[in-house]
């Protein structure tokens, strides 16, 4: 049984930090993309940024040179640091985990909140 736990989240002054950890248990193949989503209130959930078990990265625009998403493969585990947080970084954000030799086993976490406050 796989199982994804995010952790890290709280809450923040407009331009500050956070880190936000995802861990994976259980057995998964090494071929994988670990990702980080988010939903605010009343809106669609949205990609922030993955990574795949070769080190191939990819961003939001809105998160762009401000989020770095990293990985500790012996861990696995995938953190993603948030620097410059604006308001409407607000959110709860979801660790994914896609993993299987087409990436065909999805696993979700129960998400983390991130506040961001003026």
């Known amino acids: 049984q796989v199982h994804v736990v995010e952790s890290g989240g709280g809450s923040v002054q407009f331009g500050g930090s956070l880190r936000l950890s995802c861990a994976a248990s259980g057995s998964i193949f090494s071929g994988y993309v670990m990702g980080w989503y988010r939903q605010a209130p009343g809106k669609q959930r949205e990609s922030v940024a993955a990574i795949a078990s070769g080190g191939g990265t990819n961003y939001a625009d809105s998160v762009k040179g401000r989020f770095t998403i990293s990985r500790d493969n012996a861990k696995k585990t995938v953190y993603l640091q948030m620097n410059s947080l604006k308001i409407e970084d607000t959110a709860v954000y979801y660790c994914?985990?896609?993993?299987?030799?087409?990436?065909?086993?999805?696993?979700w976490g129960q998400g983390t909140q991130v506040t961001v406050s003026s």
């Open positions: 994914r985990l896609r993993t299987g030799l087409r990436l065909e086993y999805d696993y």
